[in-house]
């Protein structure tokens, strides 16, 4: 394992180092003062309840709907892409349900007893189209994060099956424990009062409770794009990322719907103008009636490069222009299993995070690769080395985005899919490009506002079929519900347009069928 470098935890986002129990660092005094705020902040919320203390084997024979799982802390570096020396790093605990190790009463599967376990965060590009009307309304987008979001909720509700938690031996308050220090029960537990992170309903009890604040202060969901939301009387914009809120709202009302959150959710701090944002750095200026929006992931970026260097025992990588090798990934059985074969899917699900906030660029390069994962050679492990020389050299690009307060009621949606044919020599399918984004009527700026490439599911018979399925795939699952997003947004009519190169397939959308392409329909 490297020594450093950001590695996926259960709740670290990308950008926090997980620090296992076993290193050594998981007790030193900046972990162990982590800790104790941690727990000290869940007993003052009465996370738990420790004054109804009882033996478990009393619990499951009272209560067969029960159930009970044990908690734990997992510690972590914040901001670990810095490489901050030791002295000056930021540490962060965070304590856990272990729901992956629930016990019933009855016995029965765990799932059985679960009534909430849905919930759907905004995307990407709903954060991007919340950015896009602030800057065609003027409007200046605030983020704020919820305070510890899921204990806000309860999960001890009425009809529903109790949960119980089994402390660690450290945590036992004094009053489990006679005078002598011997423990008075064998098994203990306690209630779980709160959505404790982990429980596998606490996501969902969360968003449930937020949704219900959110209808009763006049916010309407956007059905085509969950985890955002618009305010029915003042036209302001919500996005909920989980506990990540971002709002841009007219100026004269901002304060007072702010406000009114805060009496029903916590805040960790008061709103401030969006800068980083689900671990994506944002800028974002006004110039008279042009809003300029910049979007990075350096230092994020540096790191996932450094982390391979680490890996792989190079020193440096040599600059390159393009994340392509000018050869295609050698067939299955061809090349020998490449070296890394089990690590090359840490590393291509990191750039992806960084590819689907900010580097659009990334994308393809990402997608073919990731598909080949369960097959990977030498060939991958050589175009893996042409990405991180292109991702280390060019970490510093910005993807921008330029409207204006005039383009308001102008603005049009440009829709512009594409696609290969048969590019995929294993399989021969076909793989899926889209580009949209937000124009003004004169063409001189344009908002980003999302990006994908994803490999058909079948394989196209030819570059028509290919270039149909992508764009009937892009009308269905990303424009028309941007477009919905959009008009509710910003009160009108806005105009779709789609940007396609294939004259065939210009044909088929125009005449409304082709009979070369019926076996499509």
Not at 467 to 486: G, H, Y
């Amino acid at each position: 394992r490297p020594l450093r470098g950001v590695a996926l935890g259960m709740y670290t986002g990308l950008v926090t180092r997980v620090i296992p129990a076993s290193d050594p660092e998981s007790k030193s005094a900046g972990c162990l003062k982590a800790l104790l705020k941690e727990t000290q902040k869940l007993r003052d919320r009465t996370v738990w309840c420790e004054d109804q203390v009882e033996e478990w084997s009393s619990v499951r024979k009272r209560d067969p709907t029960a159930s009970v799982g044990r908690v734990f802390s997992i510690l972590g570096e914040k901001n670990a892409e810095r490489n901050a020396p030791p002295e000056l790093r930021e540490y962060k605990a965070r304590i856990v349900f272990a729901g992956n190790a629930i016990q019933t009463a009855s016995g029965c599967a765990p799932h059985e007893l679960f009534q909430e376990v849905a919930s759907a965060p905004a995307a990407m590009a709903s954060v991007r189209a919340v950015l896009a009307v602030a800057a065609l309304r003027g409007w200046t987008p605030k983020m704020r994060d919820a305070a510890q979001a899921y204990i806000q909720a309860r999960i001890d509700d009425p009809g529903r099956p109790k949960t119980w938690v089994r402390l660690p031996k450290a945590w036992r308050p004094s009053s489990w424990f006679t005078a002598k220090g011997e423990p008075v029960y064998y098994d203990p537990v306690c209630p779980l009062v709160k959505a404790l992170y982990g429980h596998p309903e606490s996501g969902a009890i969360w968003e449930k409770h937020l949704s219900k604040v959110l209808i009763d202060l006049g916010w309407k969901k956007v059905p085509s794009h969950p985890g955002t939301w618009i305010h029915a009387r003042t036209f302001a914009v919500l996005a909920v990322y989980v506990d990540d809120l971002l709002m841009t709202a007219p100026a004269a009302q901002e304060a007072s719907l702010w406000k009114s959150l805060e009496e029903k959710i916590s805040f960790d701090e008061p709103a401030a103008p969006i800068s980083k944002f689900l671990g994506a750095h944002h800028t974002f200026k006004k110039q008279g009636h042009v809003t300029h929006h910049s979007v990075q992931m350096r230092e994020f970026l540096q790191d996932a490069a450094l982390k391979y260097k680490q890996e792989t025992g190079i020193s440096t990588l040599a600059s390159v222009r393009t994340p392509y090798l000018p050869e295609s990934f050698s067939a299955k059985g061809e090349e020998a299993e490449g070296k890394q074969a089990k690590t090359c899917s840490s590393h291509l699900m990191k750039l992806l995070f960084a590819a689907r906030l900010a580097r659009p660029d990334l994308s393809v390069a990402i997608t073919r690769l990731a598909s080949k994962v369960t097959s990977w050679n030498l060939s991958h492990d050589r175009a893996l080395k042409r990405l991180m020389q292109y991702v280390d050299h060019t970490a510093d690009l910005e993807l921008h985005g330029t409207l204006s307060s005039e383009d308001l009621e102008s603005a049009i949606l440009v829709m512009s899919p594409d696609a290969d044919l048969a590019n995929d020599l294993e399989t021969s399918k076909s793989t899926s490009g889209l580009w949209l984004e937000l124009l003004s009527s004169d063409g001189l700026r344009s908002w980003p506002l999302g990006w994908k490439s994803k490999r058909q599911g079948s394989t196209a018979s030819s570059t028509c079929e290919s270039e149909v399925i992508s764009a009937t795939t892009a009308l269905k699952a990303d424009a028309l519900p941007m477009l919905d997003l959009l008009e509710s947004a910003l009160g009108r009519t806005v105009h779709l347009q789609c940007r396609e190169d294939n004259t065939q397939c210009i044909q088929a959308a125009e005449t409304g069928y082709s009979k070369a392409l019926g076996h499509l329909s």
